[in-house]
């Protein structure tokens, strides 16, 4: 009985992810300039099928069946969006290679040393919704890191995404027989059957990478063994402190909120130290500049009763952008101009409440006392935990990652931003001269267990 066109995608893809384990770094940049030189020479042909998907998907945005914000996400032809997918095609190969680095050496008797080295994850499913652009990047990203990648673009995107995958096999298909990487190293499939179909297949798939929605995030979750490096929720909190420096928290506060309010980092909930709703109605500068800046403000009872009696901040928005918050509100990804806001006693149950309602993304505390900052970004569990600074910056490119996977809340091999280190993991090599585990022991030989230095190594 023969296997299904998803199992052999799958198995192809196992078999080019073992080829991949020995390519060089200088093979892998060899196929990400070819790809980048025939992504170019086929511009017009990617541009014809992305037309194609930008004509249906502005038929369902009449229809009410996708979002005008999605739909614009498509285009891969304004202005000079293709030529920036190119030059991250180029950034990517000039990254360094994470593979083959050697991060333990030990020598654990003469003849007999262990070595731990960075090597590929081995094959990847990256499941995404619009933006095609994720084709290249991901491909790339995976090329460069000794991985295979099967691909799994929304239907939204369905030729754009097939034109650049199949511009992406060729440009594999058409390196020289000594470089070593095949084209299956890239393969892409179409259907949510084929979907549900892979995330069964732990034999041949390492890791899925899903890029999209919560929704997205979720059902991948719930529906596979195989590991996933992602997030599903991105509620991020800022706590003002008592000792916060008023200017920095009004900064932070709007910049985490208002900086891209669609992003995984942007701000939903802000905590404010009780002091300030009694201390010269410090808290309400920060409410009155987010208000400026359009947000809605969800507010617990007594931050609620804070500015409505506070006299800086107007009738209109005492009317129209100050609501009652409900504890919904402090689980809610909000991805818009709404933020909930509660008062706490201190620093302590800032943390409580974090821990208990926050995504373990990203979250900040402003204050000029160090001891306070170092408790907050001590006990909160989270990937990333700011002093004075806005949440937005939780960014791989921000980071200087030069690229960036994703961002996983995941306590795995990956958390945070996730550069190419995401993407590969360890193995341990151990060079012997014939010893047996039996050899040592009490009565007989003592392991070593010498630090081996790099001049040293027998790699």
Same mark, same amino acid.
């Given at each position: 009985?023969?296997?299904?066109?998803?199992?052999?995608?799958?198995?192809?893809?196992?078999?080019?992810?073992?080829?991949?384990?020995?390519?060089?770094?200088?093979?892998?940049?060899?196929?990400?300039?070819?790809?980048?030189?025939?992504?170019?020479?086929?511009?017009?042909?990617?541009?014809?099928?992305?037309?194609?998907?930008?004509?249906?998907?502005?038929?369902?945005?009449?229809?009410?069946?996708?979002?005008?914000?999605?739909?614009?996400?498509?285009?891969?032809?304004?202005?000079?969006?293709?030529?920036?997918?190119?030059?991250?095609?180029?950034?990517?190969?000039?990254?360094?290679?994470?593979?083959?680095?050697?991060?333990?050496?030990?020598?654990?008797?003469?003849?007999?040393?262990?070595?731990?080295?960075?090597?590929?994850?081995?094959?990847?499913?990256?499941?995404?919704?619009?933006?095609?652009?994720?084709?290249?990047?991901?491909?790339?990203?995976?090329?460069? $890191?000794?991985?295979?990648?099967?691909?799994?673009?929304?239907?939204?995107?369905?030729?754009?995404?097939?034109?650049?995958?199949?511009?992406?096999?060729?440009?594999?298909?058409?390196?020289?027989?000594?470089?070593?990487?095949?084209?299956?190293?890239?393969?892409?499939?179409? *259907?949510?059957?084929?979907?549900?179909?892979?995330?069964?297949?732990?034999?041949?798939?390492?890791?899925?990478?899903?890029?999209?929605?919560?929704?997205?995030?979720?059902?991948?979750?719930?529906? *596979?063994?195989?590991?996933?490096?992602?997030?599903?929720?991105?509620?991020?909190?800022?706590?003002?402190?008592?000792?916060?420096?008023?200017?920095?928290?009004?900064?932070?506060?709007?910049?985490?909120?208002?900086?891209? *309010?669609?992003?995984?980092?942007? %701000?939903?909930?802000?905590?404010?130290?009780?002091?300030?709703?009694?201390?010269?109605?410090?808290? %309400?500068?920060?409410?009155?500049?987010?208000?400026?800046?359009?947000?809605?403000?969800?507010?617990?009872?007594?931050?609620?009763?804070?500015?409505?009696?506070?006299?800086?901040?107007?009738?209109?928005?005492?009317?129209?952008?100050?609501?009652?918050?409900?504890?919904?509100?402090?689980?809610?990804?909000?991805?818009?101009?709404?933020?909930?806001?509660? $008062?706490?006693?201190?620093?302590?149950?800032?943390?409580?409440?974090?821990?208990?309602?926050?995504?373990?993304?990203?979250?900040?505390?402003?204050?000029?006392?160090?001891?306070?900052?170092?408790?907050?970004?001590?006990?909160?569990?989270?990937?990333?935990?700011?002093?004075?600074?806005?949440?937005?910056? %939780?960014?791989?490119?921000?980071?200087?990652?030069?690229?960036?996977?994703?961002?996983?809340?995941?306590?795995?091999?990956?958390?945070?931003?996730?550069?190419?280190?995401?993407?590969?993991?360890?193995?341990?090599?151990?060079?012997?001269?014939?010893?047996?585990?039996?050899?040592?022991?009490?009565?007989?030989?003592?392991?070593?267990?010498?630090?081996?230095?790099?001049?040293?190594?027998?790699?």
């Amino acid at each position: 009985m023969s296997a299904s066109p998803v199992v052999e995608i799958a198995r192809a893809a196992r078999l080019a992810s073992v080829s991949l384990q020995s390519v060089t770094d200088d093979q892998k940049n060899e196929a990400l300039l070819k790809i980048k030189q025939v992504l170019s020479e086929r511009r017009e042909e990617i541009f014809k099928a992305n037309e194609e998907d930008k004509k249906i998907a502005d038929e369902l945005v009449k229809a009410g069946k996708l979002s005008a914000s999605l739909s614009k996400r498509l285009d891969v032809c304004q202005g000079d969006k293709f030529d920036t997918i190119l030059s991250g095609v180029s950034d990517i190969a000039t990254l360094p290679d994470p593979t083959k680095k050697v991060t333990l050496a030990t020598k654990l008797d003469e003849g007999l040393e262990l070595y731990r080295l960075t090597v590929p994850v081995g094959v990847l499913l990256t499941i995404f919704e619009a933006r095609p652009e994720v084709v290249v990047n991901i491909s790339c990203l995976a090329l460069k $890191s000794g991985n295979a990648v099967i691909l799994k673009g929304g239907k939204e995107a369905t030729h754009t995404n097939a034109a650049l995958a199949r511009v992406i096999q060729d440009a594999l298909a058409s390196l020289p027989a000594s470089n070593g990487i095949p084209k299956e190293a890239v393969q892409i499939v179409e *259907t949510r059957e084929d979907i549900s179909a892979l995330l069964d297949l732990d034999r041949y798939v390492d890791l899925v990478v899903p890029r999209g929605s919560n929704s997205l995030v979720k059902y991948i979750q719930n529906n *596979t063994r195989i590991p996933v490096l992602g997030h599903a929720d991105g509620i991020c909190s800022v706590y003002v402190d008592k000792e916060a420096d008023i200017s920095k928290a009004v900064k932070i506060a709007v910049d985490a909120k208002t900086n891209y *309010t669609a992003a995984c980092n942007a %701000a939903e909930t802000l905590l404010v130290n009780q002091s300030l709703l009694s201390q010269n109605g410090e808290f %309400a500068k920060i409410a009155l500049a987010l208000l400026d800046a359009g947000v809605t403000l969800k507010c617990e009872k007594d931050v609620r009763d804070f500015l409505l009696n506070s006299e800086v901040i107007s009738q209109e928005y005492k009317q129209n952008k100050i609501e009652d918050a409900v504890e919904e509100d402090f689980y809610t990804e909000f991805l818009d101009l709404v933020m909930a806001v509660k $008062s706490v006693a201190d620093v302590e149950a800032a943390v409580v409440h974090i821990n208990e309602h926050g995504s373990k993304h990203t979250d900040a505390i402003v204050t000029e006392n160090k001891d306070t900052a170092d408790y907050f970004m001590t006990r909160v569990d989270a990937a990333g935990c700011y002093w004075n600074a806005s949440t937005r910056f %939780a960014d791989g490119f921000r980071y200087g990652f030069g690229a960036e996977v994703g961002v996983s809340t995941n306590k795995t091999h990956a958390r945070g931003p996730v550069g190419l280190e995401g993407l590969v993991i360890y193995k341990y090599k151990l060079l012997g001269h014939g010893q047996g585990a039996g050899d040592y022991g009490s009565g007989k030989k003592q392991y070593k267990h010498e630090t081996i230095e790099p001049a040293q190594y027998n790699l």
